[in-house]
């Protein structure tokens, strides 16, 4: 009687594990124009590693060379990625699961 309990719950698992990844495929970036003007302000090597990160969250969401991070008050519901070590993009997934990068700039700054 507990295998069946166990395999069932490997398979519920998987199906929500598959409905995480058809959401992720899914999604679209959306760049807002305060991120676009803003990373316009960065040397070319900063905004072609930008780009880079943008195609690998838009590909791979999850992927661990993001850094991806949620943030907490007041600052609730945005997450953020880096870009280099110095520099961070913001964030937020809207209600149809679009991310909305809407900020970046240098990590002590970006927060603020």
Same mark, same amino acid.
């Given at each position: 009687?507990?295998? /069946?309990?166990? %395999?069932?719950? =490997?398979?519920? !698992? *998987?199906?929500?594990?598959?409905? +995480?990844?058809? #959401? &992720? $495929?899914?999604?679209?970036?959306? /760049?807002?124009? %305060?991120?676009? =003007?803003?990373? !316009? *302000?960065?040397?070319?090597?900063? +905004?072609?590693? #930008? &780009? $880079?990160?943008?195609?690998?969250?838009?590909?791979?969401?999850?992927?661990?060379?993001?850094?991806?991070?949620?943030?907490?008050?007041?600052?609730?519901?945005?997450?953020?990625?880096?870009?280099?070590?110095?520099?961070?993009?913001?964030?937020?997934?809207?209600?149809?699961?679009?991310?909305?990068?809407?900020?970046?700039?240098?990590?002590?700054?970006?927060?603020?």
């Amino acid at each position: 009687m507990p295998i /069946r309990a166990v %395999s069932s719950l =490997r398979i519920a !698992k *998987r199906s929500s594990v598959t409905h +995480r990844a058809e #959401a &992720e $495929r899914n999604m679209t970036i959306v /760049r807002l124009d %305060s991120f676009e =003007r803003a990373l !316009k *302000r960065f040397p070319k090597d900063v +905004r072609e590693l #930008a &780009e $880079r990160q943008i195609r690998l969250l838009e590909a791979h969401p999850r992927d661990l060379r993001l850094h991806l991070k949620k943030l907490h008050r007041p600052l609730e519901g945005v997450y953020s990625f880096r870009i280099t070590r110095n520099y961070r993009a913001l964030f937020y997934f809207d209600a149809n699961n679009n991310i909305i990068i809407f900020e970046t700039d240098d990590r002590k700054d970006v927060y603020r």
